[in-house]
T-cell receptor
Framework: GQNIDQPTEMTATEGAIVQINCTYQTSGFNGLFWYQQHAGEAPTFLSYNVLDGLEEKGRFSSFLSRSKGYSYLLLKELQMKDSASYLCAMRDAGRGSTLGRLYFGRGTQLTVWP | DADVTQTPRNRITKTGKRIMLECSQTKGHDRMYWYRQDPGLGLRLIYYSFDVKDINKGEISDGYSVSRQAQAKFSLSLESAIPNQTALYFC?????????????FGPGTRLTVL
């Protein structure tokens, strides 16, 4: 089976840096996604890691360690608009109908204070 | 125009009624998904389809059915709605030829069952 764990809530101040961690357990791993979701809106794609290491996209970076079953999303120069839920999702490496399925964590609600 | 659209955006219905939620996409993706989201539980997969002739159950398919009428259309039905099906429902699409199989979400349908 699959299990994904991430903190429920985090807070930070404008201009700061915050790291949101995600740990996972699976029998077949094939990629780790991060999505951003503002309240009442659709999740939007932020990043994707399939190999170990850091992927940087502007103010957002995502890191993956496959051996440790661990990922983090790093948000720099926080802005008020970054207040949202951040969803960690793991892609299944199974065959046939399970190939490519995503399994989502429960999300981390980030609040950015002025 | 949005790539993934859902209708209706909001719906209030009564216990026992049949409800259909519709999803259309212009992305040309072959894969489509239906999720529900409840506070504190994250996104849970209801059904998914890899092409017009393919339907697969997700984690929580009981009480739901789907129809893939065309590559661009995937509808979700609640045959006899019950109050615990009150949730935010999202449709998503993806393309396996995209190396990451990133999923793109529609705006959501807020369903309330009284």
């Amino acid at each position: 089976g699959q299990n994904i764990d991430q903190p429920t809530e985090m807070t930070a101040t404008e201009g700061a840096i915050v790291q949101i961690n995600c740990t996972y357990q699976t029998s077949g791993f094939n990629g780790l996604f991060w999505y951003q979701q503002h309240a009442g809106e659709a999740p939007t794609f932020l990043s994707y890691n399939v190999l170990d290491g850091l992927e940087e996209k502007g103010r957002f970076s995502s890191f993956l360690s496959r051996s440790k079953g661990y990922s983090y999303l790093l948000l720099k120069e926080l802005q008020m608009k970054d207040s949202a839920s951040y969803l960690c999702a793991m892609r299944d490496a199974g065959r046939g109908s399970t190939l490519g399925r995503l399994y989502f964590g429960r999300g981390t609600q980030l609040t950015v204070w002025p | 125009d949005a790539d993934v659209t859902q209708t209706p955006r909001n719906r209030i219905t009564k216990t026992g009624k049949r409800i259909m939620l519709e999803c259309s996409q212009t992305k040309g993706h072959d894969r489509m998904y239906w999720y529900r989201q409840d506070p504190g539980l994250g996104l849970r997969l209801i059904y998914y389809s890899f092409d017009v002739k393919d339907i697969n159950k997700g984690e929580i398919s009981d009480g739901y059915s789907v129809s893939r009428q065309a590559q661009a259309k995937f509808s979700l039905s609640l045959e006899s709605a019950i109050p615990n099906q009150t949730a935010l429902y999202f449709c998503a699409t993806s393309d396996l030829t995209d190396g990451g199989n990133t999923q793109y979400f529609g705006p959501g349908t807020r369903l309330t069952v009284l």
